[in-house]
């Protein structure tokens, strides 16, 4: 799918007032797979963020034109078409800004790329209403109130720590979605996971919801393809520190695929299930493992061609300070034997 989105009147986003953001068009091709199908349906497929409701809204309105034409929400597409579509981007009413202390690695007038600590959870939710990174973001610019999900394209667990990037315009934001969608934004973590790897290697098996528990997921057949790629950094006695790169970006992936190849990562109480204490380790680690509370993974790098000049970029952030201490405690233990 080949996606665009600019000004009407050739001028760049200006995130410093919230009218110029309501005039953003956005123009894409529609794949000849999707020949048959309905407008609505298949706009509403290739617009992430959207409702379909809202999509059809805004063709009933004359918003959305193809091949220089009008069309009606239930009318075929051939497939090849030209689509332009002026959206009506909307504030949410129920997104309050908080003054929450935002951590940001670097911003333009395009991009935020945020260091987000464990604990903070990105997006508001049952249970978690307010006092998220969505809320934060909202402060920090007030104009990101325009964009779905305020101009968050991807998330990290709450539990999960490290580097992600929040777009500031609607241009911005679907060119993100794009890289996402193709591979192409370069994801980097690092982990401490149980049991001893004897190597590297490649994960590719499909995940999608837990047959029974509907706040997990899990390996099936029925679910969507996903890939991780990891390799081995360091071994400890019953541990290891491991470098994962991600290919695809499904919930909860990393944290699924570990554990599906008996490799749980350390502290995960989800997927990980009991904590793996070494025979006879000393002490000091036995209380470390004891009173870790999350799971031990860090988004550590970024990379994405960035969308204002197609420029590669990429940031990297430095492991927290408890999971250093995580890591100093398993290398004492492995030298004491």
Request: charged residues 25%.
């Amino acid at each position: 799918m080949k996606l665009n989105a600019n000004r009407f009147d050739g001028e760049a986003l200006n995130t410093k007032a919230d009218e110029n953001l309501k005039s953003t068009h956005m123009t894409l091709e529609i794949p000849d797979s999707m020949a048959g199908g309905r407008l609505d349906k298949v706009l509403s497929n290739l617009l992430d963020g959207y409702s379909r409701s809202q999509i059809q809204q805004w063709i009933k309105s004359g918003r959305v034109l193809v091949d220089n034409e009008f069309m009606r929400n239930r009318d075929k597409v051939a497939g090849g078409e030209h689509v332009v579509i002026e959206p009506e981007l909307k504030a949410e009413p129920s997104w309050k800004p908080e003054q929450i202390p935002l951590d940001i690695v670097y911003e333009d007038k395009a991009v935020l790329v945020i260091n987000k600590p464990a604990g903070l959870v990105v997006h508001p939710g049952a249970g978690n209403s307010d006092g998220t990174l969505l809320n934060a973001l909202l402060y920090h610019d007030s104009t990101l109130q325009h964009l779905p999900r305020a101009g968050i394209v991807h998330r990290l667990d709450k539990d999960t720590s490290g580097i992600m990037v929040v777009a500031r315009t609607e241009v911005a934001r679907l060119n993100l979605i794009a890289q996402l969608e193709t591979r192409t934004l370069h994801r980097q973590y690092k982990a401490v996971v149980q049991g001893l790897l004897v190597a590297g290697g490649s994960i590719d098996e499909p995940i999608g919801r837990h047959p029974v528990s509907r706040i997990k997921m899990a390996v099936s057949t029925r679910g969507k393809t996903a890939i991780t790629h990891y390799h081995v950094i360091e071994k400890y006695r019953a541990h290891t520190l491991i470098d994962v790169r991600l290919e695809t970006g499904r919930t909860h992936q990393i944290r699924v695929h570990m554990a599906h190849i008996q490799h749980p990562i350390v502290g995960d109480r989800v997927y990980g299930g009991r904590m793996n204490l070494p025979a006879g380790c000393s002490d000091p680690l036995i209380k470390t493992l004891q009173q870790w509370k999350r799971q031990a993974l860090h988004a550590h790098t970024l990379g994405f061609n960035h969308p204002d000049d197609d420029s590669f970029c990429t940031w990297s952030v430095e492991i927290p300070h408890d999971m250093q201490e995580l890591i100093l405690a398993l290398k004492k233990d492995s030298a004491s034997v």
